[in-house]
T-cell receptor, first 114, second 114 residues
Framework: KAGVTQTPRYLIKTRGQQVTLSCSPI?????VSWYQQTPGQGLQFLFE???????NKGNFPGRFSGRQFSNSRSEMNVSTLELGDSALYLC?????????????FGPGTRLTVL | DQQVKQNSPSLSVQEGRISILNCDYT??????FLWYKKYPAEGPTFLIS?????DKNEDGRFTVFLNKSAKHLSLHIVPSQPGDSAVYFC?????????????FGQGTRLTINP
């Protein structure tokens, strides 16, 4: 079974630009969550999508947005990029059959903002 | 306010001995706890989890202990192997709706010495 895939793996943008990252969950997984990892803040939850609806949201500004498609694939978008947005962005998928399900992470997209 | 804390940034253990990684939390509403392992340039890999209704869960060489009164959990790895060298994150979630919204600690870098 294929794991979580994320594209692109690396991205370089300049301040003020916008970026879209993509995540394909494990087949059959309906929940997709996004996290930001930085050296200073660690791993922080951005948002979770389930059945094309945002179900949970972290404490990030409105410049960070996402969506989920009917095939469970998800995208996240960051507009008006700032230097502090440089980070590893991780996507995780979960089966969500029982109340508690472990999340399976993709390899991440390394975003550098210049 | 960091709700999940791993106070040891690094830990060095001799091969074959026991590795003990610790994690403290402040939110008494957390009811599910997980440990993840992360290698460089990869996403976190799920190791083991525990529900707040239990105080111990074992899976092979890995055992997680939960002390709810102290708001403390620990991961024991016995025996430690060189391949266990990685960064370990503990994570917690709250309730059914928040099950996919993981709050992570800052991580502990474990080094297993031959």
């Amino acid at each position: 079974k294929a794991g979580v895939t994320q594209t692109p793996r690396y991205l370089i943008k300049t301040r003020g630009q916008q970026v879209t990252l993509s995540c394909s969950p494990i087949s059959g997984h309906r929940s997709v969550s996004w996290y930001q990892q930085t050296p200073g803040q660690g791993l922080q939850f951005l948002f979770e999508y389930f059945s094309e609806t945002q179900r949970n949201k972290g404490n990030f500004p409105g410049r960070f947005s996402g969506r989920q498609f009917s095939n469970s694939r998800s995208e996240m978008n960051v507009s008006t990029l700032e230097l502090g947005d440089s980070a590893l962005y991780l996507c995780a998928s979960s089966l969500v059959l029982a109340t508690y399900n472990e999340q399976f992470f993709g390899p991440g997209t390394r975003l550098t903002v210049l | 306010d960091q709700q999940v804390k791993q106070n040891s940034p690094s830990l060095s253990v001799q091969e074959g001995r026991i590795s003990i990684l610790n994690c403290d939390y402040t939110n008494s509403m957390f009811d599910y706890f997980l440990w993840y392992k992360k290698y460089p340039a990869e996403g976190p890999t799920f190791l083991i989890s525990i529900s707040s209704i239990k105080d111990k869960n074992e899976d092979g060489r890995f055992t997680v202990f939960l002390n709810k009164s102290a708001k403390h959990l620990s991961l024991h790895i016995v025996p430690s192997q060189p391949g266990d060298s990685a960064v370990y994150f503990c994570a917690a979630s709250e309730g059914d709706q928040g099950a996919q919204k993981l709050v992570f600690g800052q991580g502990t870098r474990l080094t297993i010495n031959p």
